[in-house]
Each structure stands twice: as structure tokens, then as C-alpha cells.
């Protein structure tokens, strides 16, 4: 199987628009997604259906989850919380219904798909130590599984269960051992280029491939603001000292 793995798609028509483009030349036979669908972008529902059509693997992300109601915005930044109420006021009973339907996880056999963590859709995994425990965790509850997806983070990222964290500029070969692998976000860049980024996971040929591309950043800012939203909400750009502190990381190989 060839999955294309997308994440924290963020009601951003302009973007997921352009990765569904960029993978229908990829070539996959399914869509694994792990959440976020809506919140911050102009385009809640449009995105809701365009992922329902897709027949993907879908999970609810925290987003998803304070929109219904299940979640409360109480840790959400500003952003957050304003495009969240407007998301709410917004939202037709289809799209509604289709965020309702989304589990917290799912386990497809050799890949588990999760927002946050497996325990928490508001939990950030963004450091080694945090990776090898959940990936410790996903060998007691999915043995059979090899490879861990989540979103939240809104960064591309991989690591294994000795804390490694494998370079994403190149494709990844999967080993025996279990990963942890985010795709970084489709619709709401935080690194210092503003790019649409999802991931290739071809089971088959063992192999991951982070990928970036470019989208109508102009036009999807023009549609925020004509809803009255921030246009800041297509890229939450990090400060430089942290995107080089990461940069070292990886470059240390861990
Ligand atoms: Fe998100």
C-alpha cells in the first residue's frame, strides 16, 4: 500500500488543493489523515468534503474536537479561539456530521494514526524522549503495528525508538524497528517557508517521503480576510533562534 499522509489540513482550501494535485502525480490507493481538518482557515466545510470524498482514514483532531463542543478552546491562542467561533457559526450539518463521525485513533494494521498522542489530542509530541515512550506504548497496544502518524505539532518530523531522528530532506528507509512519523501541516506552515507539506508512506517498497509544495498563499490570504479572519493564519512562522535550534538537531542526527 501507498498511502499520501496529510495532516492538520486547517480549512485551507488554497492547500490541501494543491497536495491532492501534487499526489494525484504521486500515485497512492489511500489517504491516511490525522486530524485538524478545520479551525484558522476560510474553508471548513469545502475541506470537510474534499476529505470525505477521498474515503481517507480520518481522525479528529483537538480543532475538530473544540468545534463540536467535546473540547474547550481554553488552551487555544487567540488565533485559535476567534476562527474556532466563527468555524462553529459557519459549519453545515453535513460537515458537522462528518467531524462527528472521526475516532480519536486508528489502527490500520502496520500503521496507527493518532492527532496529538495516542493518549491525548492536545498533546504535543515533539521531542525524542517523547517519541520513544509512545512508540513504547504503541508496541503493548498495536504489536503488530510498525509506524506511528501524528499530526499537532504542525511539523515535519521523524524518530525512531532509540530517539534518532532520521533527516527528512531525504526519503526514509523503514526498518524493522517502529517510527514515529508527522507529516507536518498542510494548512498552517510553522517552519520559515510557507509551503502545503505531506508525507508518502509506501509500505510496500518500505520508503517515506516528505514533501513540500507551494500553493496561491495570495489568494488564500485574500479569502481570509474577506471573512474577516487573520490573514497570520496560513503560517505561524517560528522565531529564527528555535528553526535553527531544530536545524542543529537534526543535523546532530538527534
Ligand atoms: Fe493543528
Redesign the pocket.
Known sequence: MRYAVL??I?ANRHALDAVLQAVRTDGVDGYLVA??LV??GAFPNECVERIAALEAACVA???DLIVLGQLTDERCIPLAKTSLAWTRNVLTDDARSYLEGLPRSIDTGPVVIAHGSLDDPQEYTRTPAQAVDQLARLEREHPQARILVV??T?RPWACDTAGREPDRGRALTLAEERLLLNPG?VG?SRELRVRARYLLLDLDQGSAEFKAVRYDTRACRAALVARGLSPRSTHLRPTLRGALRRGRRALSGG
Do not use: L, P, T, V
Open positions: 495532516a492538520d486547517h486530524g485538524d479551525g484558522y483532531g483537538n480543532h499530526g499537532h504542525h501541516a498552517q
